[in-house]
């Protein structure tokens, strides 16, 4: 593929077949993401690759304090704190999500972009439980046989971040190259300790963002392509 069809053939995929992907074609794809610029050369992550037995684990106890937390939005305070406290609910301090609503233009266009999806997969605004099982799957990786966690080191301040985001799409494009499909998931970052209990990543590095990598299903969902802004919108105007 040339460069313009790989670039544009990477979207974010939601559903995957079960066909495995090997050690080998792993290693290349992180060989290729390494090829990415980084401040200094610092290099300044770790990556954690799940896969088999250990990423149905990781599933399992993700999926529960996503199920765990959803349910509590109706209970009161103390069984809030609770919950949160017995089963760890918490999310991760360091490298956080907004939670809940956006703002602004933002929000707007988040909206935009689920309401899009959702009417591809079929789903109405107010059908909320078709809404919290889709959201559920990001918690299984959408089915796709192989998870990656990106960690940084904090200490790095704001070029850890951006040096993970061009590892991330260096990761993308080479894995669509492949033939490979991934989707970059925060929500992935929210809980670390389902994935910190399996391996053992070194003090100090805190848990960026998390990707799903497999096969790309058939499904109608891997076809929806949310609209980008324009090059006159991203442009600032010259004084
Ligand atoms: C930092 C980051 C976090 C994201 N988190 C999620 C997520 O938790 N779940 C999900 O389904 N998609 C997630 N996405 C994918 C975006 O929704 C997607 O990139 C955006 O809608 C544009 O679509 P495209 O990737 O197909 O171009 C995330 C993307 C990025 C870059």
Same mark, same amino acid.
């Given at each position: ?5 790989? /670039? ?18 792993? /290693? ?43 349910? @509590? ?21 360091? $490298? ?12 707007? =266009? =988040? ?5 899009? @999806? ?12 078709? =809404? ?20 940084? /080191?904090?200490?790095?301040? $704001? ?13 993308? @494009? &080479? ?16 809980? =670390? ?11 100090? $590095?805190? @848990?960026?963002?998390?990707? &799903? ?27």
């Amino acid at each position: 593929m040339t460069f313009n069809e790989v /670039n544009t053939k990477r979207r974010s995929i939601r559903d995957f077949t079960k066909q495995e992907v090997s050690t080998e074609l792993i /290693n290349e794809i992180l060989k290729d993401a390494l090829e990415a610029p980084s401040s200094s050369n610092t290099q300044p992550l770790k990556v954690v690759v799940a896969t088999g037995n250990t990423l149905k684990e990781i599933g399992k106890e993700l999926t529960f304090k996503y199920n765990t937390s959803a349910k @509590l939005a109706k209970k009161n305070i103390f069984a809030k704190l609770y919950s949160a406290y017995k089963h760890k609910l918490q999310p991760n301090k360091v $490298y956080q999500t907004i939670q809940g609503k956006y703002f602004g233009i933002y929000q707007e =266009r =988040r909206i935009k972009t689920a309401v899009g @999806l959702y009417k591809v997969l079929g789903i109405k605004r107010e059908d909320k439980k078709k =809404r919290h099982e889709e959201m559920a799957k990001n918690f299984n990786f959408f089915g796709a046989p192989v998870a990656i966690w990106i960690y940084a /080191n904090p200490k790095m301040k $704001y070029t850890a971040l951006v040096d993970t985001g061009i590892f991330m799409q260096n990761l993308m @494009l &080479s894995a669509t190259n492949k033939g490979l499909g991934t989707c970059p998931q925060g929500a992935l970052n929210l809980w =670390r300790e389902p994935v910190d209990k399996h391996f053992s990543v070194p003090k100090g $590095y805190e @848990l960026v963002c998390g990707l &799903s990598l497999g096969y790309p299903s058939e499904a109608k969902v891997n076809s929806y392509r949310p609209e980008k802004i324009s090059v006159e919108e991203l442009l600032v105007i010259k004084k």
